[in-house]
């Protein structure tokens, strides 16, 4: 009798723990369920789908154990947010633009950790997991042809990473020509203005800024001018994202030509009127003027520290005193006595240099 009211204990147990699983087990209809037409398809945080993974060394067919792409991530993706989008129309149609090539390249900067194969794979699983048809079919094509024009791409020497005055601009011209044609081998027009546009627009006012910085036959203010006017010529969004370094870089370096060669007041004031317009010449020219007062001042300080710092008859103590004291008497704030030390240790060492 024990025996059978145990196994009927038993048997209850089991059916309770099956009615448990399938109740908890997602509906096909749950499982299968794809995103219904969207402007933007949402990228999830991989800190919640990748937190305690680590990567399989073992690569046996990983398009299998890929659902949504984000399984097993590299240690340098962990904590991160996919970087990029997937854009698609009303009719379900992809649309192209920079945020899917910067969606590949999230994935393909783990090269090294992972095998081209299985980042391939993931980023497959990624496309379809998200991305309905069809889509999903033109995103990984276009994914496809990016890894083949990466891969050619590779084919071409590279000519850059010199500094200015090194860099060949023919041979920078010619690698950008082979570049464009290769993209015009694996993508049609659309795909390389919104994968490449800002960077060749880029590339093209760098070279012509070059070009314009080397001409012997233009002055400073004229070199200012063109480099200006190159500027106005970019794509309004790169053009604004570039500007304040691009305007601070041309004007230090035609203010460091002006400087060798001691040209006048006027000359650098047409290079920065050329560059930066009215208000931002003015501002700078009340900068210089500002600096030019505090530099009278150090200097002046300078003087009568030397002057007390040379007299024998005062000991440290004193000597240090006196400085304290100098540095109130000529108005110094505290902000600006934090600064002197500086400026006492260099013309100290100025005043031993061997002559």
Known sequence: MSITRSLVAFIGIVIVILTLLIMLKPSESQQTKTNPAVTAVPTPSIAATSAGITVDPVEDAPQARFQTGLEQLPASLHGTEVDGEIIIDQQRQLVVTRRLRDLFDYFLSTIG???????????????????????????????????????????????????????????????????????????????????????????????????????SQLSEAEKAKQTAALLQQLPESLRESIQIHAQYQNLQDLTEQWKSRKGSAEELRQIRLNLVGEAATQRLEQLDQSRATWQTRVD?????????????????????????????????????????????????????QPR
């Open 113 to 215: 950790e992972e095998s081209l194969h299985t980042i391939q794979a993931r980023v497959i699983a990624y496309i379809q997991h998200r991305v309905p048809e069809p889509a999903q079919s033109q995103a990984i094509q276009v994914f496809q042809q990016y890894l083949a024009y990466r891969e050619a791409i590779r084919q071409i020497p590279e000519t850059g990473g010199k500094s200015a005055d090194q860099i060949d601009i023919n041979a920078i011209t010619k690698q950008k020509s082979e570049e464009q044609r290769l993209r015009q081998q694996y993508f049609n027009t659309e795909t390389i203005q919104a994968f490449f546009g800002d960077e060749d627009a880029y590339d093209q006012y760098a070279l012509q800024s070059l070009q314009i910085a080397r001409n």
């Open 300 to 352: 002046h300080y300078l003087q009568e520290h030397a002057k007390i710092m040379r007299n024998p008859q005062w000991s440290v103590e004193q000597k240090q005193v006196m400085v304290l004291s100098l540095r109130r008497q000529q108005g110094f704030t505290e902000q600006e006595q934090l600064r002197l030390p500086a400026f006492e240790q260099m013309a100290a060492q100025t005043a031993v």
